[in-house]
């Protein structure tokens, strides 16, 4: 069974701030997404990582993954408040078949 | 606009009674999936469809069905609900495929069961 842990589960910090993100996953797999989240809506796609290695950058936000360590790593730079949110990985457990497994989620709060 | 559509997006019934959650996409995605979201545990599949008439059980398929009788359409059906299914739904479709794309999300379903 594939389990998708995240850490930490909850995150405050200051604006201005740098921080990680931790995706663990259990078995093989070269496909991993990122979601966000907001209060009350739905979740909003911000990167899919394809292969090993695979570096994604958008704004403050950047991700990767490394397959051989079963890790992707959502990295914040200089956080604003604007990113305060819940952010979920997904990790696909049969390659194209979209049967997603997500972590339990990180809710970031970011104080002014 | 590209949008995946679920409905109700607020549902309160009664243990037993049958209910039919909606949901249409206008991506001409191949694949459409379920999942719950109950706090603490992210989202839990619940089935998934590569096709119309390919259907498959998430994580979680226990007291839901569903059909995809129809490309756009993929319903959730409680035949019996609980007050355990009280949670928060979500439709999904993506391209899928070898090459892996995101999923897109509905606005959710906040169902309770009393």
């Known amino acids: 069974e594939l389990k998708v842990e995240q850490n930490p589960l909850f995150l405050s910090m200051q604006e201005g701030k740098n921080y990680t993100i931790y995706c663990n996953y259990s078995?093989?797999?070269?496909?991993l997404y990122w979601y966000r989240q907001d209060p009350g809506k739905s979740l909003e796609s911000l990167f899919v990582l394809l292969s090993n290695g695979a570096v994604k950058q958008e704004g403050r936000l950047m991700a990767s993954l490394d397959t051989k360590a079963r890790l992707s790593t959502l990295h914040i730079t200089a956080a604003v408040h604007d990113l305060s949110a819940t952010y979920f990985c997904?990790?696909?457990?049969?390659?194209?078949?979209?049967?997603?497994?997500f972590g339990q989620g990180t809710r970031l709060t970011i104080n002014p | 606009e590209a949008q995946v559509t679920q409905n109700p997006r607020y549902l309160i019934t009664v243990t037993g009674k049958k209910l039919t959650v909606t949901c249409s996409q206008n991506?001409?995605?191949?694949?459409m999936s379920w999942y719950r979201q109950d706090p603490g545990l992210g989202l839990r599949q619940i089935y998934y469809?590569?096709?119309?008439?390919?259907?498959d059980k998430g994580d979680v398929p226990e007291g839901y069905k569903v059909s995809r009788k129809e490309k756009r359409n993929f319903p959730l059906i409680l035949e019996s609900p609980s007050p355990n299914q009280t949670s928060l739904y979500f439709c999904?479709?993506?391209?899928?495929?070898?090459?892996?794309?995101?999923?897109?999300f509905g606005q959710g379903t906040r169902l309770t069961v009393v």
């Open positions: 078995t093989t797999s070269d496909r």
């Open positions: 991506m001409n995605h191949e694949y």
């Open positions: 997904a990790v696909d457990m049969i390659q194209g078949a979209q049967k997603l497994v």
């Open positions: 999904a479709s993506s391209r899928g495929g070898v090459s892996g794309t995101e999923a897109f």
């Open positions: 469809s590569m096709n119309v008439e390919v259907t």
